[in-house]
């Protein structure tokens, strides 16, 4: 039980957090460029320590499924991690979108909802699939933004197949039992 609380707690923080420092921007609207720059270089270190944690998070807690529970939650646990780590990098997006137009090009045009809703699905194709949406980033700092999920989720996916084999066992028993059906 303890352990539970302790990784929803991690989970609620790590989505909440990107929102507070989207609400720390927006109140802070009337930034310099350089006190912009310098709020994205802290948020970005902020975020990539959530993700390392994160990621170090989840890998653990795959290999304790892995010893003692079901595998379909080994399944759960890396579809949660894609899809908050997406929530993470959108967020980030949405913030440089919003300082800036500029940055991505064939943005939906709508209330920050739809714009966020939008920068969802481009992190989260980014992740999965190289991107499959619309959004292009157009400037250096969101290139370098986009670069850093890519690198980030291929580390990930090195990290979670490398270290688990009991993934791939995984989807060869389901294999198994379709085949044999």
């Known amino acids: 039980m303890k352990m539970f609380s302790k990784n929803i ?88 979108y919003d300082y800036k137009k500029q940055n991505f090009i064939n943005v939906i045009q709508g209330n920050k909802f739809e714009i966020f809703f939008d920068f969802y699905y481009y992190s989260l194709t980014t992740f999965i699939m190289n991107n499959a949406s619309e959004i292009k980033p157009t400037t250096i700092l969101s290139k370098f933004l986009v670069l850093s999920q890519i690198l980030i989720s291929f580390s990930s996916i090195v990290i979670y197949l490398s270290n688990h084999k009991d993934f791939g066992n995984f989807f060869k028993q389901i294999e198994d039992k379709i085949n044999n059906k």
Do not use: A, Q
């Not at 707690?9 to 720059?37: A, C, D, Q, R």
């Open 9 to 96: 707690k991690h989970t609620i923080l790590s989505l909440l957090l990107p929102f507070g420092m989207y609400f720390v921007y927006n109140s802070f609207k009337n930034l310099s460029e350089f006190e912009f720059y310098f709020f994205l270089f802290f948020f970005y270190f902020i975020l990539l320590n959530i993700i390392l944690f994160f990621t170090l998070n989840k890998v653990e807690r795959i290999s304790m499924i892995v010893e003692s529970k079901p595998k379909y939650l080994i399944l759960y646990e890396v579809i949660k991690y894609v899809l908050i780590v997406s929530f993470i990098f959108s967020t980030y997006y949405w913030i440089i």
